[in-house]
């Protein structure tokens, strides 16, 4: 089984909705953290949790909120969803330390139309 | 803002071929880390570099972490089709446990 899971792979949706993607972790860290993908920009950081209390913004946050349930679950919610959110999203975990490998879900597909 | 450029954007070659992936800052980073990419799925490391001047080999990749510790390059001799993929480079910092994350280099290889 994969060490770290995303639901929903793809959505479609609507303008103005609102979306959750969910992400778990089996790997035991307390390291999470949620990225966007866009052709040409690589990836860029939007949450990042380093335990269940301590959660922080990061680049690209607007418009992005994040609930980190448990230390396995960080989930991303998009209040009222947007064209221009439309890209690939990863979860990811860490162990704690600088430089430390991060392990990433096999994303998420959101279009918005 | 984009800390991490790498070039070029896009490689396309014949299987058999050579190539180098350049992953270029202003910033000093403590850490440097490859990745690659595959269709469907999401980023898998294949190397950190943390020292100045280091040079890792892993088969047929050469990966090297510039003096200044400001740049890195990825080569790779006698590329195969299994190499075809995207390939991230990645800094770390002292202070946090956050990477910045490089543009991207998209190689297809052919056989």
């Known amino acids: 089984d994969a060490d770290v899971t995303q639901t929903p792979r793809n959505r479609i949706t609507k303008t103005g909705k609102r979306i959750m993607l969910e992400c778990s972790q089996t790997?035991?860290?307390?390291?999470m953290y949620w990225y966007r993908q866009d052709p040409g920009l690589g990836l860029r950081l939007i949450y990042y949790?380093?335990?269940?209390?301590?959660?922080n913004k990061g680049e690209i946050s607007d418009g992005y909120s994040v609930s980190r349930q448990a230390q396995a679950k960080f989930s991303l919610s998009l209040e009222s969803a947007i064209p221009n959110q439309t890209a690939l999203y990863f979860c990811?975990?860490?162990?704690?330390?600088?430089?430390?490998?991060?392990?990433f879900g096999p994303g998420t597909r959101l279009t918005v139309t | 803002t984009q800390l991490l450029e790498q070039s070029p954007q896009f490689l396309s070659i014949q299987e058999g071929e050579n190539l180098t992936v350049y992953c270029n800052s202003s910033?000093?980073?403590?850490?440097l880390q490859w990745y690659r990419q595959e269709p469907g799925e999401g980023p898998v490391l294949l190397v950190t570099?943390?020292?100045?001047?280091e040079v890792k080999k892993l088969k047929r990749l050469t990966f090297q972490f510039g003096d200044a510790r400001k740049d890195s390059s990825l080569h790779i001799t006698a590329a195969q089709p299994g190499d075809t993929g995207l390939y991230l480079c990645?800094?770390?910092?002292?202070?946090?446990?956050?990477?910045?994350f490089g543009t991207g280099t998209r190689l297809q290889v052919f056989p």
């Open positions: 990811a975990t860490s162990d704690p330390g600088p430089g430390s490998e991060q392990y």
């Open positions: 790997k035991g860290h307390d390291r």
């Open positions: 949790s380093f335990d269940v209390k301590d959660i």
């Open positions: 910033s000093v980073f403590s850490s």
């Open positions: 570099v943390v020292t100045g001047g």
């Open positions: 990645a800094g770390g910092k002292w202070n946090t446990d956050k990477l910045i």
